[in-house]
């Protein structure tokens, strides 16, 4: 049993995160900030025990960490992944600065694993499958916050000899992911025989369903030998486009209704090669991404059809959002 601290608990990845450590036996805190989602977090609030503050506030985070005593610390709280989340100054100050309050408490606290959730956006736009060393190109003010965040992670790890891992996440889907996004919205609308906007056909990405997504957090905190500040690919290695991710979705569904690609715009970040090298994953901790896509769809699927309140909930968001598919 460990005892654990996740920041970032109240979003897609940190709640299923939190779940499956619950499960496995450890002992949950979680740093959240007192303006928090707790829709993910309603069910398991009661298992954990919970300090609020925010990452910004460099004391309020050593009195937590003092506090906790983790000897694994996971850090998933960010800002600017959504299109909704605008303002770079925010970015800076959540993604920055907070990452850099949290790894020096992390070292006042003793703490044995650090791991932080980085982005597959810190790569750009690239024409390969893109490794870890690569040189960064990032994409947008997000991807540039989450890069220097990266650096400052893997500087500290470095100079101190300490063990903090940056996981770059690809597109992870699955139960709790946010409404609006393209999963949760094509399996929402499935669910009723139909189909939402869709943008280009031959859109790509790189999908991993989230429970082999946390996996590989637990197996990064939880090995003895990495090299100080490593960085990894949470990634497939296989890249499918939007029209692959539609026909499956149809055919478990049994849709007949025809996408009409085009029905939503391009967004800024759409491209038709995204996929990363996961080969570091396999060799230094035995991880892959198992989960074919149509089982993690299945799985989604049950997910929203077991409890009919939360599929309302999900049917709810897309209303208030025009139906846009993030």
């Not at 996440?169 to 906007?197: F, H």
């Not at 996996?215 to 499918?240: D, F, H, M, W």
């Amino acid at each position: 049993m460990k005892r654990t601290l996740i920041t970032g608990a109240s979003g897609f990845v940190g709640a299923n995160l939190a779940r499956r450590l619950l499960r496995d036996g450890h002992e949950v805190h979680l740093l959240l900030r007192a303006e928090h989602q707790a829709w993910r977090l309603k069910e398991i609030s009661g298992q954990c025990r919970i300090a609020f503050g925010d990452i910004t506030d460099a004391e309020a985070v050593r009195r937590c960490l003092a506090a906790a005593k983790p000897d694994w610390v996971f850090h998933l709280a960010a800002y600017g992944a959504y299109s909704s989340q605008i303002g770079f100054e925010q970015m800076l100050a959540t993604n920055v600065i907070g990452c850099a309050n949290l790894i020096d408490a992390c070292l006042e606290a003793g703490v044995q694993s650090f791991v932080q959730t980085g982005s597959s956006s810190e790569y750009g736009y690239q024409s390969h499958s893109t490794e870890e060393a690569e040189r960064l190109e990032p994409n947008s003010h997000y991807a540039i916050t989450k890069a220097a965040a990266t650096h400052y992670v893997q500087f500290t790890a470095r100079k101190r000899g300490f063990h903090a891992i940056t996981a770059r996440l690809y597109s992870i889907y699955g139960p709790y992911e946010e409404p609006t996004r393209l999963i949760p919205a094509l399996l929402v609308y499935g669910l009723r025989g139909e189909l939402p906007p869709l943008v280009s056909p031959g859109i790509a990405r790189d999908f991993v369903y989230v429970d082999d997504a946390v996996e590989a957090l637990i197996r990064l905190a939880g090995a003895k030998s990495l090299t100080p500040g490593a960085i990894y690919n949470v990634c497939s290695g296989v890249q499918t486009t939007l029209e692959q991710v539609v026909d499956v979705a149809r055919a478990l569904l049994q849709v007949p209704e025809e996408p009409l690609w085009g029905g939503m715009a391009d967004r800024a970040w759409d491209t038709s090669v995204w996929v990363g090298d996961a080969t570091a994953m396999r060799r230094d901790v035995g991880w892959r991404a198992d989960t074919a896509l149509g089982d993690g769809l299945s799985r989604t699927i049950d997910w929203l059809k077991d409890n009919p309140c939360r599929l309302q909930f999900y049917a709810q968001k897309m209303a208030a959002s025009a139906g846009g598919v993030k």
